[in-house]
């Protein structure tokens, strides 16, 4: 058993100074706001497009890093602005380490200028500690999500092939307990290391950090290129039992959200699937009423299936949700059996009223589109 850990308590996503949403934003489909950090894929957020350099070299990684600070800015200040009118109120800064970039603060003074109400620093955490953290404070950060790949600095070096990373980010764990307005959430990558028993390797990680989440988000690798396949830490995320991992960790005290994984692959948890997630939490916002925002928002959440749909997935409801591999066919994948009663119980769990089948029809819209281009009508 892992040791109870404190728990960080959500606050709602409502009071006097939250950001007014767009008036391009169609009415949403239910009378609740939703709340929880993005890890949790329930919730809408923008992902800022841009590549910051990295101090990193993590094997998976697909992101590759610009070298224009300028062009930068001038995009970044375009992209939140496109954001902003269409709704969003949440900004992710990913790709990369956001704070080795000179204008960095800038980029982040941006979203605070443009109200967006939720600002989050996706790192790895080896450049956080108190200095950098209060200058995340002060420029406007409200929330970090940490990423975690390894749970020794010898295995941190096969992974990311740099030296002290594990300890690197324990340290940095530490300092972000103390300041608990800031920290949101982690991020865990399942490495071969895993393999052998995957529930150990999650409790593993999540003891370096003394908090307990509301939500851990656990991503298989894409296996987007053979030098990743061919990598000794590489493991293929459909060899893992996905059900039994999350029934394993339910009975911990642990809810966790998978990405990169066919939603199927999860068996009677496939509303855990992160992308099915994000796309419930999309129809429950609403989408934006001008039609070149909607294809923005299409865009920035692949509101669409990326690849045709081949054998068994031919069938299936849910392929717009679901990470297939980008070179391999499916294997043995089954469609889920009963997708209303995947979304019941996810809106069941996270306590939000709104009715099944009209946000299982809205899927079924995402599905139908081949592109973002596509009339996305209301479901």
Known sequence: MTKPRPTTEREPNSGPDMARPSRNVKRPIHTRRLRGEI????????????????????????????TSEEKSLHHVRHDLERARAAGYDRVAFSCGELL??????EMVRFAVELGFRERVLL???????????????????????????????????????????????AAALRILNELSELFCGVHLILTREALADPWRRIAALLEMSPRRFSHVNISA????????????SFVFGHDISWPELIEQAEKEGERLVVQNVPACRLGDWAHRSFM?????????EGMPADRQLAREVSMNEVLFS???AAGSCKSCSLISVCHRDFDRAPQGVATVADPEALVARLLTEEGISAKPDEILAGLRLFAARNSADEDLREP
């Open 39 to 66: 890890t949790s894929g329930l919730a809408t957020y923008y992902a800022l497009h841009f590549s910051a350099p990295c101090n990193l070299s993590c094997f998976f990684c697909y992101e590759q890093p610009r």
């Open 100 to 105: 080795l970039l000179r204008s960095w603060k």
């Open 123 to 169: 790192t790895n955490l080896t450049l956080i500690d108190e200095e950098s953290i209060a200058a995340l404070v002060d420029a406007g950060i409200t929330s970090v999500g940490a990423t975690l790949v390894a749970c020794s600095d010898e295995e941190g070096m096969s992974i990311t092939g740099r030296p002290g990373v594990h300890s690197r980010q």
């Open 221 to 232: 690798i894409e296996p987007v290129r053979n030098e990743i396949i061919e990598h000794p």
């Open 276 to 284: 099915v997630r994000r796309r419930v939490a999309r129809l429950l």
């Open 306 to 308: 990326r690849l045709p």
